[in-house]
T-cell receptor, first 111, second 110 residues
Framework: DAKTTQPTSMDCAEGRAANLPCNHS???????VYWYRQIHSQGPQYIIH???NNETNEMASLIITEDRKSSTLILPHATLRDTAVYYC????????????FGAGTTVTVRA | NAGVTQTPKFQVLKTGQSMTLQCAQD?????MSWYRQDPGMGLRLIHY???????DQGEVPNGYNVSRSTTEDFPLRLLSAAPSQTSVYFC?????????FGPGTRLTVT
């Protein structure tokens, strides 16, 4: 699986957009980008995934660069409840049951 | 739906003891997985199953056994607990593209 690189931590103001970067320069053509988050030691929660097109759902948007070597998760209006560790994971489609979680980015949303 | 349930929530074991962590899901998912999470780290895959009767090893399988006799249940057995197995254990079931995680079992081995 392609490795991912994320910043260790970042702060965001409540109500503002949070942009979380992820580098995955060795991603292969059949690998998807998944994002999960983990709030205060709860089980991780799926956010969004994508292959090459930008994706949006009720939680977030995922922007993948044209060369697919990096992506950005966007939380459009961060709230205090979005404070969590965010994981960017690259994995072949269909293999989502054996994900490899790195250290992630600790996002702190401040009032 | 209850989703993915795990019992117990907390457990303290002495070195050398054995125990089973229970995991159940009511979503009829074929795929299930066990992960462990050590302090300040991401999750690491222990074992996984792609259906009843089929299991395979993940990244850190040593010291753990699993079985999958039904679609619903996927227990994790610690054969002889060691302090290095002190961790939080998460069970998950999957239906592409999403993994659904349980609340975790916090295990301390003294």
């Amino acid at each position: 699986d392609a490795k991912t690189t994320q910043p260790t931590s970042m702060d965001c103001a409540e109500g503002r957009a949070a942009n979380l970067p992820c580098n995955h320069s060795t991603i292969s053509g059949n690998e998807y980008v998944y994002w999960y988050r983990q709030i205060h030691s709860q089980g991780p929660q799926y956010i969004i995934h994508g292959l090459k097109n930008n994706e949006t759902n009720e939680m977030a948007s995922l922007i993948i660069t044209e060369d697919r070597k990096s992506s950005t998760l966007i939380l459009p209006h961060a709230t205090l409840r979005d404070t969590a560790v965010y994981y960017c994971i690259v994995r072949e489609g269909g293999n989502d049951y054996k994900l490899s979680f790195g250290a992630g980015t600790t996002v702190t949303v401040r009032a | 739906n209850a989703g993915v349930t795990q019992t117990p929530k907390f457990q303290v074991l002495k070195t050398g003891q054995s125990m089973t962590l229970q995991c159940a899901q009511d979503m009829n998912h074929e795929y299930m997985s066990w992960y462990r999470q050590d302090p300040g780290m991401g999750l690491r895959l222990i074992h996984y199953s792609v259906g009843a009767g089929i299991t395979d090893q993940g990244e850190v399988p040593n010291g753990y056994n699993v079985s999958r006799s039904t679609t619903e249940d996927f227990p994790l057995r610690l054969l002889s607990a060691a302090p290095s197995q002190t961790s939080v254990y998460f069970c998950a079931s999957s239906y592409w593209p999403e993994q659904y995680f349980g609340p975790g079992t916090r295990l301390t081995v003294t």
